[in-house]
C-alpha cells in the first residue's frame, strides 16, 4: 500500500510540497515504513517565509491577551491526544510509551508557560530617570523566526520556541527533522484547529538543503537551532555574518559524579535511567561516570554494570512491554547504530576495558531494528575518545579519581558543559559542586537535571552558542528587542 506524502503547512493551508524528492520514514524498531516526506526545495522556504513576513504586522499588533488565546486551545487539544501524539512520536523514534509521555508533558508545559506572556512580555519603567524626565523599556516583537528541530524530542524540543514567538507576536517557520516528521505534521493539526491565524505559523518539510534556505533567508530575523556542535557553529557563523539572532545549542558529554557517601541503590537505578533512557539519545543523557575515591568505584562498576545487563531492549510498541519503565528502544537509523558501534571499538583500540559490549544485539521480532544494547567502559582515561566524543547512543564510560576537585577538573577540561550532576548527602560538597562545575544545568542526586518549562535549558562551553539559553522567561528576551524610551513633557504655559 502507498503510503502517505506529508504535507506542508503554509499561510494556514497543508500544502502539497514542490519536492526535489520524496523519501521513505521508517519506523527504527522494524523497518517498516511509516510514511513519506518531501524534501522541499528552497522556493518552498521563500513561500513560507513571505507568508510569516505578511502576517506579522498584524499579529505583532494583535493584543497579547489574544495573541495567547489559540495557545490555551492548543494546549487542551494536545491533553486531549496526548496518547494518539505519543504512540506517532514512538513509532517513528523509538523511545518507550513513558520517555514520550514525559516528552509530551514537557511540550504541553512549554505551552502553558508561554500563556504567561502578559506577564512575561511586560517591560520597566524608571520613574525620574533624570529631571522630570521618565525612563521605560519595552519588549517588541522582531520579525520572522525559522526553528530547525532535531530528531530526538520531535515534540518537546521545538516547543523550547515555537509557543514563545508566538505568544510575543512574531511568526514562524518550522524545519522538522526529516528522519522524525510525524509528530510535527499532527502538531500542526493541532495548531491549525486551534484557530491560530494564517501565516502566523508555518511548517516545511525537508532536509539539510532547506534548513539551509531558512537560515540564509534574508526576511529571517532569527534561528533557534538544536543539533550537533558541529552544525551548530555552522548555524551561528551564518547567522552572525548576516545580522540574526540565534540559538545554536550543541553536543554534549554529561557527567555523573559518584562520591563516597552515595546512596548506591537509589544512585544505581538513577543512574541506568539517564544512561539509557531514550536509548542515551538526548543532549541531556549522562554518559560518563565519575567516582571519587577506589572504593565507591568498585561497587558502582560492579553494580552499574549488573543493572546495565538487566535492561530490557525490545519494539517499545510491543504490547508486552509497552508500559515498562525502563524499556530502550533502537537507535534512529542504521548510520547511527554504525558510528556507535564504530565508537565501542575505538574505545578497545585506545586500551579501555569493555566491561559490557551491547553490539549485535537481537531483538525478538526486530530483525530490521538498529538495535545497540547497553554498553560500558571501565578503565577510561580523560582524552580518549570515548570520552571526548558525543556518541549518542547508550555507550557509558566510568573514570576514577582521588577527589572532587579532581572530578571537578574532568568536566570544566571537556569541551562540552551541558548539564553535569553529583550524588552525595554531603551539603558542602553539593554546594561546591554546583557552584563550581562547568555545566549549564546541575544536578544534586538527579541524573537529567533538565529544567522544568519556567526555568531557561541550555548548556555552555561548545555545547551552546548563543546568549539567551531555551525556554521559560530567558527566551522572551530572544524573541523580543529592547526598546527603551525616555519622555519629557513641559509645563503648559
Excluded at 583500540?349 to 566491561?355: C, D, P, R, W
Excluded at 560500558?376 to 582521588?402: A, R, Y
Aim: glycine share 8%.
Amino acid at each position: 500500500m502507498e503510503k502517505k506524502v506529508l504535507f506542508n503547512y503554509i499561510d494556514g493551508r497543508f500544502v502539497a510540497a514542490e519536492a526535489a524528492s520524496v523519501e521513505d520514514v521508517c519506523n527504527p524498531s522494524t523497518g517498516e515504513v511509516i510514511s513519506r516526506v518531501p524534501y522541499s526545495v528552497p522556493a518552498e522556504i521563500d513561500c513560507a517565509v513571505a507568508a510569516a513576513r505578511a502576517a506579522f504586522p498584524s499579529w505583532s499588533r494583535t493584543p497579547v491577551s489574544r495573541r495567547v488565546k489559540p495557545l490555551f486551545d492548543l494546549a487542551h487539544e494536545m491533553h486531549r491526544r496526548e496518547e494518539e501524539l505519543c504512540r506517532v512520536l514512538v513509532r517513528e523514534m523509538g523511545k518507550s510509551l513513558p520517555d514520550a509521555r514525559a516528552e509530551m508533558k514537557r511540550a504541553v508545559e512549554n505551552v502553558e508557560a508561554a500563556c504567561a506572556m502578559p506577564l512575561l512580555q511586560q517591560g520597566e519603567k524608571l520613574v525620574d530617570c533624570s529631571a522630570d524626565m521618565d525612563g521605560e523599556v519595552l519588549r517588541m516583537p522582531v520579525g520572522v523566526f525559522g526553528i530547525i528541530a532535531p530528531f530526538n524530542f520531535p515534540a518537546m524540543v521545538p516547543f523550547w520556541f515555537i509557543p514563545y514567538a508566538v505568544a510575543t507576536g512574531n511568526t514562524i517557520v518550522v524545519k522538522a527533522s526529516e528522519l522524525v516528521p510525524n509528530t510535527m505534521q499532527m502538531l500542526f493539526e493541532m495548531m491549525h484547529a486551534a484557530g491560530i491565524p494564517k501565516g502566523v505559523v508555518n511548517l516545511v518539510n525537508g532536509d539539510r538543503v532547506a534548513a539551509e534556505a531558512l537560515i540564509d533567508h534574508p526576511d529571517v530575523a532569527g534561528i533557534s537551532f538544536v543539533g550537533s556542535t558541529r552544525v551548530a557553529a555552522l548555524v551561528a557563523e551564518k547567522c552572525a555574518k548576516t545580522h540574526k539572532r540565534f540559538q545554536a545549542l550543541g553536543s554534549a558529554k554529561n557527567h555523573l559524579v559518584v562520591m563516597p557517601d552515595a546512596k548506591l541503590d537509589d544512585v544505581v537505578r538513577n543512574m541506568v535511567t539517564s544512561c539509557y533512557g531514550c536509548a542515551g539519545q538526548r543532549c541531556m543523557a549522562s554518559s560518563a561516570i565519575v567516582t571519587v575515591g577506589r572504593e565507591i568505584h568498585e561497587q558502582v562498576v560492579s553494580r552499574f554494570v549488573a543493572a546495565s545487563r538487566e535492561v530490557l531492549a525490545a519494539d517499545p510498541l510491543d504490547p508486552k512491554h509497552e508500559n515498562e519503565g525502563m524499556l530502550m528502544g533502537p537507535v534512529i537509523s542504521a548510520k547511527n547504530k554504525a558510528f556507535i558501534e564504530s565508537m565501542i571499538q575505538r574505545g578497545v583500540e585506545q586500551g579501555a576495558t569493555l566491561a559490557l559490549d551491547g553490539r549485535g544485539l537481537q531483538v525478538p521480532g526486530c530483525a530490521c531494528g538498529h538495535f545497540v544494547g547497553p554498553t560500558v567502559f571501565t578503565d577510561v582515561k580523560p582524552g580518549m575518545d570515548i570520552h571526548t566524543t558525543e556518541i549518542f547512543g547508550p555507550v557509558v564510560v566510568i573514570l576514577n579519581v582521588d577527589t572532587l576537585d579532581e572530578a571537578l577538573k574532568i568536566i570544566a577540561d571537556h569541551q562540552y558543559g551541558n548539564g553535569a550532576s553529583i550524588y552525595t548527602q554531603n551539603g558542602y560538597w553539593a554546594r561546591k559542586f554546583e557552584l563550581e562545575a562547568r555545566a549549564g544545568m546541575i544536578g544534586i542526586n538527579v541524573g537529567i537535571p533538565a529544567p522544568v518549562a519556567f526555568l531557561p535549558f541550555g548548556g555552555t562551553k561548545h555545547s551552546a552558542y548563543a546568549d539567551i539559553k531555551a525556554q521559560g522567561r530567558d527566551v522572551v528576551r530572544f524573541f523580543t528587542e529592547a526598546k527603551v524610551i525616555t519622555r519629557r513633557f513641559w509645563k503648559e504655559d
